[in-house]
Each structure stands twice: as C-alpha cells, then as structure tokens.
C-alpha cells in the first residue's frame, strides 16, 4: 500500500507564496511521475504541474512562471513552490504520483487527500 500526504496548504494574500509539500510512503520500488492538480469548487480536476523521475517539469500554461515544481527522490517527495498567487488559484490541491512496487511490477497511480489553499485578502 502506498500513501501520499500532502502539507503547507492556507490562507494567503493575492500576490503571496506558499509551499506545498507531499510525501509518498509505504511499499515503493520505483516512482516515475509525480505532479499535483487542482480542483476548485464547482470544477473538475485539472493538471497543475508534472515531474519526471529524471527531473523534467511540465507546467499548466496559467502557472508558467510563477510556480516551480521539484522533487526529491531519496525521500520520495514532491514541492510545489507559488508565488505570485491570485485569487483564481484558489483550490484543493492534490499530489499524484506513479508508484511501483516492485521491479516487475507496474506503475500504479496514487493522488494524496488534498490540501486547500486559499488565496484571498
């Protein structure tokens, strides 16, 4: 079983930073992507930022700029650095990662509970 807990969601000012941060647990041979989306109320889901296992980032064109996905592979963690946040970023945001869980097993997709982020003054 694996787990992803996500951390660093709040409230902050129109024009502020924050950090979320997600920790992937439990039975891990291999973890390729990793990424988080958003969902705000009333939306679907939609893709945030994305990461490979060799470090490559892929971002939504409505955050190029101003976030700033990166990982850790020794401990298995995923950030997302914002800046610049506006009250349209406001979200449930949610950290995915691919996870096998042994070499010949393959890769499983996993999503974390959510952390809110508010972005209001």
């Known amino acids: 079983q694996v787990q992803l807990v996500e951390s660093g969601g709040g409230l902050v000012q129109p024009g502020g930073s924050l950090r979320l941060s997600c920790t992937a647990s439990g039975i891990i041979y291999r973890i390729s992507t990793m990424g988080w989306y958003r969902q705000a109320a009333g939306k679907q889901r939609d893709l945030v930022a994305t990461?490979?296992?060799?470090?490559?980032?892929n971002y939504a064109d409505s955050v190029k700029g101003r976030f700033t996905i990166y990982r850790d592979n020794a401990k298995n963690t995923v950030s997302l650095q914002m800046s610049s946040l506006r009250p349209e970023d406001t979200a449930v945001y949610y950290c995915?990662?691919?996870?096998?869980?042994?070499?010949?097993?393959?890769?499983?997709?996993?999503w974390g509970q959510g952390t809110l982020v508010t972005v209001s003054s």
């Open positions: 990461i490979s296992s060799g470090g490559i980032p």
């Open positions: 995915e990662a691919y996870v096998a869980g042994s070499w010949f097993s393959p890769d499983r997709e996993h």
